[in-house]
């Protein structure tokens, strides 16, 4: 009987997967590849718009920021976030709470719908108000006669910014609630505690880096959005122009270092954003780890 | 997971023309990487594998011609049961026809017909195992490895799969290495086993002489369940509490571990009859075998078995006293006293008793 | 039977009552209110405004660039996916992250930075121009925009996939001789494609509705440069609001097409998962 297979092996420390493995050549192409792609998409169109906006100087940069109208920008940005968040935040987490605990008929076509604004183009969602509100819409004789302004005002800006931010955070807490079952809130009602009791002790605990990361995604959407809010604001400077808005408005008037400082501003936003996002990532990851290393540690024993 | 590094070291062994044979260890034992690299899927730094004599180290895993099967299967989710198993045959350029006939051959041997048309998904976990090891075959691999071939299956058809897989090797003849953790399957199944642990080879050799002859106490303990106990030698004997043991030409103050199966403890309700008094402490009821824990007068715990009609024929029970004696040990471990000055007989501390692993 | 239906948690009508209330005032009756409008023309009418001439370069436009940038990122988003899986490389999670950057972005933002890298004098456009190409106020210009906003849809839902994907299948391949090549078109490929046609949907709807980037990039000149959305916002600049609103259901009629093509590539892309 001859020796079929054999083996000798000595101090062998192996880690390679040869034959299932790219050679050096196919995989460093790749990454070279994917990094251009990357680099002239992602880096240097962020980097532009920080060397464009301080490219005449700091001074000059700050000056811009001055500018009434600017200012104004700045305020009526916060302020239309500062209405919508919250009340995408409150949708957000009925909805969440609705479709994760529950089961009834239609959850499928109800998460369609939540998602339906993500699929209509931003200047549909500003049309579809003007046609409810604008002079020639449904409402807009008697809102004309009782002197309301929605549409080229304030409130049409925060309802055409509602409409494209609204699924962020339904979206980002109905899976989360989903995966954390319902096993503990039934738990804490047998304690004995009342229904807001248990959201607040239970279930927000649990979901509050997924609700965290619907808000400032709902944030930095609704600080940005242009499309739908250029449709109903009348672009009048310095009342009802957003920031996004107050860019192109520089822009058209080759204000080109001025419309590069404001939009520093919104760069920025979207960075701390993108940091946010990644910190919290990494938090869910970790609490996920240590979770499943408590599961382990009980198995063992 | 990559990235790991499993470390194996001083491996080596033999598997001949035909054989069945287990590697066996505990989880992370180093058992799966050796089956990686016979595949070509690890590369060793140092050492040398060779198949029919041949080295292949440098052959890449595509042209080794060997049949893997996963642990999970790993079967193509997007192709039938029969363009998996045509898989292999497609790339070495069989005929149509060849393919064909060779994947019907297959499918009837193991109880696939009419199957073909099948997704992975739509399979049952033995049956995914049976394509599995079907499309691993299908180009008659010079070996066919198995990595925890019974892993993912339930208990209950797994007896049927161990079964199966000595009638297929019995029939096929195919020289097979399987990795397993347990040590029951690797006895039952194999010819011989190469017992792992902590990437170090620990024993090689048939069922019968790995039970029963363990190189060293991890064999041992490994293997099924064994008593083991320290004991001194002290002119020619070594001694355990009042246990003795014969150990001529052993100097003195050697200590050594001794090991004995349960079946090696023998009973007597003659108090007379064999060496030593114990007490039955517990019976442990195990289908028809039944495990049980004597106390000797010293408190020396020992674990035997017997069969049920064996039990009812001593007339035994939990309290009984009984006489007896050890049939035959190993020496496992063996270690020289210190140089320092020779120190004064004392009782050890209390002794192990063979763990059930 | 009675147990398995009850279920204790409290606020069951008060959070559906107030989602069902929400959706219906934010979404549902504004979209329900411009489809009524519509209904009330006459089908020639909607017919006429729907398809002038100007609407329909608009038209071939906004699908047709919208169509080139799905398709750059469903080849580059499915490399990019693939390297940041698969390979180690310094700061790959930085560009890990960086990939969700046309997420939070504004689109003006990208739309401003990108037609000045390149315009003529920009910092790409200085290299592109004297080699003809005019990325900035030119269609490619379009192009461009739609390929940023789209470029994190197929990376995103391309990378589960691939990580959930056992490496083992692709051992099993080579162990039965196939090479990488062979490996990676007949058993890789075909799990991740429905993965990358639904990311490439995706990227697709997104740019079909896109407006904000485009426009400073685009030169928005009527039958050359100009998208479908600016021409709506142009008809309504015109007070045009019929013509507006026939355009507006045209984008969203496509929009809700292509939502469910989305619902039923995700339901395909989960087939061979069931068990």
Known sequence: MAGYVSKNIRDATSKSQRGTEESPLVKWTLVALSGTFLAVFLLIPLANVFVQALEKGWDLYVSALKEPDTVSAIKLTVIVAAITVPLNTLFGVCAAWAVAKFEFRGKSLLITLIDLPFSVSPVVAGLIYVVMFGLQGYFGRWLDDHDIKIIFAVPGIVLATIFVTFPFVARELIPVMQATGREQEEAALTLGAGGLKTFWYVTLPSVKWGLLYGVILCNARAMGEFGAVSVVSGHIAGVTNTMPLHVEKLYNEYQGQAAFAVASLLALLALVTLGVKTLLEWKQSREFARAQQNVESMMNK | ?357 | ?275
């Open chain 3, 1 to 275: 039977m009675a147990a398995k239906r009850f279920n204790p948690l409290p606020g069951f009508n008060l959070t559906m009552g107030y989602t069902i209330f929400y959706l219906s005032v934010i979404v549902l009756i504004p979209i329900g209110g411009l489809f009524l409008r519509v209904f009330d023309m006459t089908w020639a009418d909607f017919w006429r405004l729907a398809t002038t001439e100007r609407a329909l370069a608009a038209y071939k436009l906004t699908f047709g660039a919208s169509l080139i940038a799905a398709l750059v990122n469903a080849v580059f988003g499915t490399v990019t996916a693939w390297v940041l899986v698969r390979y180690e490389f310094p700061g790959k999670r930085f560009f890990d992250a960086m990939v969700d950057f046309p997420f939070a972005l504004p689109t003006a933002v990208a739309g401003l930075t990108l037609s000045n890298l390149f315009a003529q004098n920009g910092w790409l456009g200085k290299f592109l121009v004297p080699l003809g190409i005019q990325g900035a106020f030119t269609r490619l210009g379009v192009v461009l925009a739609l390929t940023f906003i789209g470029l994190p849809f197929v990376v995103r839902t391309l990378q589960p996939v691939l990580e959930n994907f056992e490496r083992e299948v692709e051992e099993a391949a080579a162990t039965l001789g196939a090479g990488r090549l062979r490996t990676f078109l007949s058993v890789v490929a075909p799990t991740l494609l429905p993965a990358i046609i639904t990311g490439f949907a995706l990227s697709f709807a997104r740019a079909i509705g896109e407006y904000g980037s485009v426009i400073f990039i685009a030169g928005n000149k009527p039958y050359y440069s100009e998208i479908a959305p600016l021409l709506i916002v142009v008809r309504l600049e015109e007070y045009d609001y019929t013509g507006a609103m026939a355009l507006a259901v045209v984008l969203l009629v496509f929009s809700f097409a292509l939502l469910i093509t989305i619902n039923l590539l995700e339901r395909w892309a989960s087939h061979y998962e069931k068990k």
């Open chain 2, 1 to 357: 997971m990559f990235g790991d590094v499993a470390a194996v070291k001083n491996v080596s062994f033999t598997v001949n023309d035909g054989e069945l044979m287990a590697l066996l260890g505990p989880s992370g034992g180093g058992k799966t990487t050796v089956l990686r690299m016979i595949a070509g899927l690890e590369v060793p730094t140092s050492g040398d594998i060779l198949i029919r004599g041949q080295r292949v180290n440098d052959l890449s895993v595509q042209k080794r011609n060997i049949g893997f099967v996963f642990q999970n299967y790993a079967l193509f989710k997007n192709m039938t049961v029969f363009k998996n198993i045509a898989f292999g045959l497609k790339i070495k350029k069989w005929k149509k026809a060849d393919i064909e006939a060779r994947v019907f051959e297959l499918l009837k041997l193991f109880g696939l017909d009419g199957l073909e048309k099948r997704y992975p998904h739509q399979l049952s976990g033995g049956q995914r195992q049976r394509v599995a090891i079907a499309r691993a075959l299908a180009s008659k691999p010079s070996v066919l490895l198995l990595d925890e071939p019974f892993g993912a299956v339930d208990a209950k058809i797994r007896q049927e799969l161990r079964e199966w897989l000595v009638k297929l090797h019995h029939d096929l003849n195919v020289t097979t290495i399987f990795v397993t953790h347990d040590q029951e399957e690797a006895l039952e199944v194999s010819n011989r086993i190469v017992i792992f642990s902590e990437g170090d080879l620990e024993q090689i050799g048939t069922p019968r002489e790995v039970y029963e002859q363990p190189a060293n106490e991890f064999v041992a303990r490994f293997i099924g369940v064994m008593n083991v106990l320290d004991a001194e030698v002290q002119g020619g004997v070594a001694r355990v509490n009042e246990l003795q043991f014969p150990a001529h030409d052993v100097a003195d103050g050697t200590k050594l571990r001794i090991g004995f199966r349960p079946y090696a403890v023998q009973i007597s309700t003659d108090l007379s009859l064999y060496p030593y008094r114990a007490t039955l402490r517990h019976t442990f009821f195990l289908g028809i075998m039944l495990r049980l824990e004597f106390e000797l007068e010293s408190g020396l715990i020992l674990r035997s078995r017997m069969t049920k009609e064996e039990y009812a024929q001593l007339g035994l029970e939990e309290g009984r006293e009984v006489s007896l004696q050890i049939r035959n040990y190993r020496v496992l471990a063996a270690e020289t006293a210190a140089l320092g000055p020779e120190k004064e007989l004392s009782y050890q501390p209390p002794p192990t008793i063979g763990e059930n692993i």
